[in-house]
């Protein structure tokens, strides 16, 4: 059919007429779908207890994203994922025992206060999810730090690193290390515990395994550069390999820091977070390099009070961040290296 | 003459969907003038021509109509036989109105062009000069600086190399891979006349890997030229096209921040500003038409004509067989730098490189949000600034702060925006800032 070429109503704005297609709401799609693998791997290791924390997390956010725009008088913003994100992330990040209660107050200050209070997706300066775990770990420490949620799940898992106690890899560690005994053995039986996930910890990071299948994805959608989780795990990995080195005795190998923690979850997912990462390459890599020795200074000093290190770690460099990004801001094409 | 990829690669751009295949195989068509031609006095950079015709005047093709205005400007010449029917107003792509004479076109095929210069090697270089300003030469790349001016370094900037600019790294267009491929001769003398202008050593042709067609046919018209001329095969991205980006890829000089080309001993012509440039000298022709590729999904019959400057889009769709669908975006030029326009009256001009029509499926309006500090921006943007952070100056109307990181050194060229997941208008944000920098500063040099 001829049409009429007299139409005179056309769009008139400013170039590029052309876009890649990229959206916000594909990107925290992309990151969903990256933690589908993790939140199965929570399911089957710590079953009830992890739907009814991510379905309790991921309600309470995306319901309190959208109380605070109507409050605020803003455009509404839950379509574009964000704060679906924000709530599996901080569920993967509780112990499954927690109560619902505490996981509802724990959403309610991710979402109310370390994101829309600062003006919501974007202007946030950390990231909601480890903002909210840091509060209910200060607020709500022995629920936060008690690791015997699924009973059948510690049921596996004792026996295998202790027989006694239902403590976390490190935090076994920091109790060896403040009491100055002899650091518990980690057997390949542990490690690959430690890898597949059937081992205690917060719901979604104990699975390396499957936080490495999404991490594939997230790089392979590009949604990730390399650039923060290498220097993180490198620097982590050469830490702990130099204090491994200088005393076998007050120090684990190396794989067992990079397997235990949260430390893969945190890399991968956390301090990849954009709005509160560095937005050059170089400034990724100090990011990174500076999360690692955080991490592994909150866990090897043997006074700490916490034994993994990885929330507060990013948490500092989150805030640090806009001085990352007015330092390393790349060479203007023209001027001299 | 060898042909040999570009030895070094710019940090960024981004990759469009390039959509040629909709007129790269179609020919040069020369149109049949239009009855009415509406030339525009403004087609170049700098100073408007000044219409030197009345109304009732008979003008051949050929006649000066405008004349040159200023250091910075570039004389208008009729494109065809016929009356001067009004001395004007017209609209141009950008918006802005300018002068322009509307020409009632006669059958007549009479012409006023200029004695040729055939032993141009036997002629002094300032009659070279004054005869590709007198042609009213301009980069028909898309900005239109006068060429006499750009040939006419001061003698403390010597250039050693000439870069011909075929990239044509803008989605959808095809012109200047047509005259590459059918006047690669011509275009061979024309760069022979810009080396021997400005005493220069090295000839080097960029072209994208995407045409490979054009680079054999260019390879062909240099095969016996033995030193100091390459073709520099440029991946295919974009924007491999723009000057700055291309010295860097063909000899790995940056042009310092605020320098121009002739700062590294380099001048950049694009091929179809180096056809016009042969024709100025060797056959005494003043520019009065150029090759515009009419595309986009929404034409019937997608073509790359030869018109006469001041033919309006109108009359050039219709060549094209009019609209198979219903266009809700016309651009002039391509869609990473072309103006969005809001009619179709709009002569053509001697930048005019293109006119893309694009239906509704083709285009999408977006509602800018927040930036998520994502650095694709950052990765892409071809000039290592920072557009995020720019653009957030910006909103914030602090002009000062996004001057000190490199506001200035914006090209443009909408890789950040092409990019940008949150839709953020950062070319607009960008341009609007430059204007205000740009303000501000002839205020202060008024004061002065």
Known sequence: MKQEIATEKYIVSSSPHAHIGSSVERIMLDVLIALTPAFAAACYFFGLSALRLTAVCVTSCVLTEWVCRVMMRRANTISDLSAAVTGLLLALNLPPSLPTWMAVTGSIFAIGISKQIFGGLGYNVFNPALAARAFMLISFTGAMTTWSGAEWATTLARGAVDATSNATPLGLIKEALKAGAVLPEFGANTVMRLFTGNINGCIGETSALALLIGAGWLLYRKVITWHIPFAYIATVLIYASIAYIVNPQTAVMPHIHLLSGGLIIGAFFMATDMVTSPVTKRGMLIFGVGCGLVTMVIRTVKTGAYPEGVSFAILFMNAITPLINRGCRNKVFGTKS | ?448
């Open chain 2, 1 to 448: 003459m060898k042909t040999v990829p570009s030895p070094y690669q710019f940090k960024g751009g981004v990759h469009p969907e390039y959509c040629k295949e909709l007129s790269n195989t179609c020919s040069i068509e020369k149109i049949n003038v239009p009855a009415i031609l509406t030339v525009p006095m403004s087609q170049h950079l700098g100073a408007p021509a000044k219409p030197c015709v009345a109304v009732g005047d008979t003008v051949r093709k050929g006649s000066l109509i405008g004349e040159q205005n200023g250091f910075i400007s570039a004389p208008v010449h009729s494109p065809s036989c016929g009356t001067v029917k009004a001395v004007t107003q017209s609209q141009s792509a950008s918006g802005r109105l300018c002068p322009a004479i509307v020409i009632e076109c006669s059958d007549s095929d009479e012409t006023e062009f200029m004695q040729p210069i055939a032993e141009w090697r036997n002629v002094n270089k300032d009659t070279l000069r004054t005869r590709i300003g007198e042609a009213g030469v301009v980069g028909m790349g898309g900005a239109g600086f006068p060429t006499r001016v750009k040939l006419s370094p001061p003698s403390d900037k010597p250039i050693d190399t000439i870069i011909l600019n075929g990239a044509e790294c803008e989605p959808y267009l095809t012109s200047d891979h047509q005259v590459m491929l059918e006047h690669a001769d011509k275009i061979r003398i024309g760069a022979e006349i810009i080396k021997y202008i400005l005493g220069a050593k090295t000839v080097r042709i960029a072209i994208e890997d995407n045409k490979s067609d054009a680079i054999q046919a260019m390879e062909k018209a240099f095969a016996d030229i033995n030193h100091g001329t390459a073709i520099n095969v440029l991946p295919t991205s974009y924007p491999q096209g723009s000057e700055k980006q291309q010295i860097y890829n063909v000899t790995g000089r940056e042009v310092p921040r605020g320098g121009l080309p002739m700062d590294v001993g380099c001048v950049v012509e694009n091929v179809s500003t180096t056809l016009a440039i042969y024709d100025a000298v060797i056959n005494g022709h003043p520019l009065t038409e150029r090759v515009i590729t009419i595309t986009g999904e929404a034409v019937t019959r997608p073509a790359n004509l030869l018109a006469p400057f001041g033919t309006s889009y109108r009359d050039l769709i219709e060549v094209c067989g009019g609209l198979k669908q219903q266009a809700a975006k016309v651009i002039s030029g391509g869609p990473m730098m072309g103006f969005a326009v809001s009619s179709l009256d709009i002569p053509t001009g001697k930048t005019t490189s293109g006119v893309v029509l694009l239906p509704h499926n083709r285009t999408k309006q977006f509602t800018s949000q927040a930036c998520i500090a994502c650095g694709r921006c950052v990765d892409a943007c071809p000039m290592g600034l920072i557009p995020s952070e720019l653009s957030q100056f910006i909103e914030a109307d602090d002009i000062e702060n996004a001057e000190q990181i490199a506001l200035m050194d914006c090209i443009e060229c909408g890789s950040c925006a092409f990019v940008c997941p949150a839709h953020r208008p950062l070319v607009q944000h960008m341009r609007r800032a430059k204007a205000v920098v740009m303000a501000r500063r002839a205020a202060a040099r008024a004061q002065a």
